[in-house]
């Protein structure tokens, strides 16, 4: 062993030790000042009653129902407000990522300004404005909703429409779509390797019946019942609203995100050489191959790193709906759950947990699309490929 | 003649840029629209229905914005609840703090980090001196700091502090030894993984537990150690991307030399690393200002926070739209500037020659 090796160890050991050290230390801490507060410890108090109500439950619930059902009707709401989101904010980014490219000035300055103004703002005041002055403030009372005929009501209580009962084979007819999601798959993988082995057929008729078939069903089998919102003199007694909370989040997180997105859309895009541009159009194809088949497939592979961070910036802020009181996982369970059973350590290192693994499953999601795209461009020119 | 040119001139123009395909002339048409829609609601609400002056909300008019409010509580946005008669200690407190700057500037000091080093001791003393009191100064409590001087301070203690953090666990990130880089690992990953919310909860609701009985250490110093262990993690992958775009030569050469570790990252890595990430630095300053507004979650009334109890004032109740819009607009010149100023450090910085100590 000699000097550096001896001192490497010196220095990690000494780190364990400090780091052991400072844990007792807060650990022995933390013992006394529970039990002179008489505060339990462990997760026990889970399966308590707990006895408060929660504004929008994707699952049921009543006040009867335990501490660990509250997690998890927080947890849904977090995954819930992240999805829509998610899919709103990837829109939008699209969407003002290509105006912003756009050969037209207008529309390409317009989309400078969207980009400028909404990013430079904190996301928190995003989400109050929102809720705050697009809802509270210029949304009709309930009185005076604003009615698009039988199957939109706009008021401060939030946005109502048809809700969906599902009849006897509501059931059949998912399995129907299942069966038909899987078939297109199954087509576009069997494609891909035809593609692959040299042969062109065509296969997209296929999938287009696939596609159709559960639209073409719907009517004949009636799996779902429609029923239109119904005023009663309070609140609506049928239907489905979607709470001005949950609108004000998603809306807000997805116009803020967004200005993130465009400019890595916008980046990407501009990062693929103009030579297989060139090349693509001395090849002979059309405008709308040449983005879908050269650039798009290539911007997306330099895209989907900063995309995936965006996303998961996404989820994180869904924790800002505290503000508003929408029912996230941070309100419901670091918010009210906390303050009723005083376990603040338990209760903060399972959110911090769940935060956590959820992030680590969307990075590895992305990481996993990531390859499956980058395989499809084939190997990349490794050193011994090169001549010298 | 000349004219009719001109003008024919920009007809065509027009033509080519705006009208030159169907769906181009939708497109501009509709933009057109939208844009002077919006540009005529908005002049009409902020000036000319706007009120500017009044001392309640009776003054509000419909369809117009009501100014005056943010007129009357003009000294509670910058200020917070700070006693009226003890305001003068704020603009000293900020101009002290600007004094420290001077170094900076100065050809003479050869060794700016030690200038940082000082910063880091002079500034909480400096502000809890003047702003807390109690040395001959009235004692006035944290929880009246407020406003934008409350969003200053938790962004410049935030992002001093997390510098030295930041490139202590981007080197460790990068480091041989096993244990030193697996903690840093965690430290980035954990920091990274969880929205800022939890860790202000952390905070001001667990740490009380970890300390010793009779130990209390004030709401405002958990969230500004909170808020920097948060922002170092983001900063150390910035530093982190820098550090890995520095060739293999740069390291090699320095060991040729014969620098050591430390002697090698300060003259020769670090110097590169920063003038590489100095955008990505200034855009992490920017989010960072931006999460200082998640104070208000945990009842300290920042920019953003202030507006609601001050929105609560019975004379102007229901004022929350203008005070957001106005903190807004703080928000959106704060983060502007910034961005723009990155843009001229990092123009200059890159006339600088790349080695040597951070002059």
């Known amino acids: 062993m000699n000097k550096t090796q001896g001192r490497n160890i010196l220095i990690q050991t000494g780190m364990i030790l400090l780091l052991l050290g400072l844990f007792t230390y807060f650990g022995y801490n933390y013992l006394e000042n529970i039990s002179k507060r008489n505060i339990g410890i462990g997760f026990g108090f889970m399966d308590d009653t707990a006895g408060f109500s929660i504004s929008q439950t994707l699952i049921s619930y009543t006040e009867a129902d335990t501490f660990a059902r509250t997690f998890v009707i927080g947890l849904l709401n977090t995954l819930l407000a992240s999805f829509i989101g998610i899919i709103l904010t990837t829109a939008l980014g699209f969407l003002v990522g290509l105006m912003r490219m756009s050969k037209n000035k207008l529309i390409s300055i317009t989309a400078l300004v969207y980009v400028e103004t909404l990013r430079n703002i904190p996301p928190l005041l995003h989400v109050l404005f929102w809720y705050q002055v697009v809802f509270l403030n210029v949304l009709p009372p309930f009185k005076e909703s604003f009615k698009m005929g039988e199957w939109l009501y706009i008021n401060v209580r939030g946005i109502t429409i048809p809700s969906f009962i599902p009849q006897q084979n509501a059931h059949t007819y998912s399995l129907l779509i299942f069966v038909s999601i899987i078939a297109i798959i199954y087509l576009s993988l069997v494609k891909k390797r035809m593609v692959l082995r040299g042969v062109h057929k065509r296969l997209w008729p296929w999938q287009l019946l696939f596609l159709l078939l559960p639209v073409i069903a719907a009517p004949i089998m009636n799996p779902y019942d429609m029923v239109l919102p119904e005023i009663t003199k309070f609140k609506f007694s049928s239907g489905m609203t979607m709470r001005p909370e949950l609108f004000s989040v998603v809306v807000a997180l997805s116009t803020y995100t967004s200005t993130y997105i465009s400019e890595i859309v916008r980046s990407s895009i501009m990062s693929v050489p103009l030579g297989q541009l060139e090349a693509a159009k001395s090849l002979g194809f059309p405008s709308w191959k040449r983005l879908q088949l050269i650039i798009i497939p290539q911007a997306l592979r330099t895209m989907i790193p900063p995309v995936t961070n965006q996303y998961l910036n996404l989820i994180k802020n869904t924790s800002l709906g505290m503000a508003v009181a929408y029912p996230d996982l941070t309100s419901v369970f670091a918010g009210t759950t906390l303050n009723q059973t005083g376990r603040a350590l338990e209760v903060m290192s399972m959110v911090m947990m769940t935060y956590l693994i959820i992030s680590l499953v969307t990075s590895l999601i992305m990481n996993w699309y990531n390859k499956a795209i980058i395989d499809k461009k084939g190997d990349l020119l490794s050193k011994e490929d090169i001549p010298l | ?359």
């Open chain 2, 1 to 359: 003649m000349n004219l009719n040119m001109s003008l024919k001139k920009n007809m065509t123009f027009l033509r080519k840029e705006f009208f030159n395909t169907p769906l181009n002339t939708i497109m501009t048409l509709f933009m057109a629209w939208l844009v002077v829609k919006t540009g005529i609601w908005f002049i009409n609400w902020a000036f000319i229905n706007a009120v500017w002056t009044g001392e309640t909300r009776d003054v509000a008019r419909e369809g117009g914005a009501t100014w005056a409010f943010i007129i009357t509580k003009f000294r509670f946005f910058m200020f917070g609840f700070y006693p009226k008669e003890q305001l003068w200690r704020i603009p000293v407190t900020i101009l002290v703090l600007s004094l420290t700057m001077i170094p900076y500037f100065m050809k003479q000091i050869q060794h700016k980090i030690l200038v940082m080093g000082a910063q880091m001791i002079l500034w909480p003393l400096i502000i809890s001196i003047f702003l807390s009191g109690g040395f001959g100064l009235e004692k006035i409590s944290s929880n009246d700091w407020g406003g934008l001087t409350l969003t200053f301070i938790l962004s410049i203690l935030g992002l001093l502090y997390s510098f030295p953090i930041g490139i202590i666990m981007a080197l460790g990130r990068r480091s041989e030894l096993k244990v030193i880089k697996g903690l840093s690992v965690a430290y980035i990953e954990f920091f990274r993984g969880i929205p800022l919310i939890t860790i202000l909860f952390m905070s001001s609701v667990v740490v009380p537990f970890f300390l010793p009985e009779g130990v209390s250490v004030d709401k405002m110093v958990r969230v500004v150690i909170g808020m920097t262990l948060f922002q170092s993690a983001y900063l150390a992958e910035v530093i982190r991307g820098g550090l890995q775009s520095i060739p293999k030569g740069q390291y090699e050469a320095a060991d040729a030399l014969g620098f050591k570790f430390g002697l090698q990252s300060y003259l020769i890595i670090l110097p590169q690393v920063l003038k590489m990430t100095v955008s990505n630095i200034g855009g992490i300053s920017i989010s960072y200002i931006k999460d200082t507004t998640l104070v208000l979650i945990i009842g300290m009334f920042d920019l953003l926070g202030i507006v609601s109890p001050l929105a609560s004032d019975t004379n102007w109740l229901g004022m929350e739209p203008e005070g957001l819009i106005f903190a807004g607009i703080l928000y959106w010149i704060i983060c502007f500037s910034i961005s723009r100023l990155t843009y001229k450090v990092e123009k200059k910085v890159n006339e600088l020659p790349t080695t040597g100590a951070i002059k």
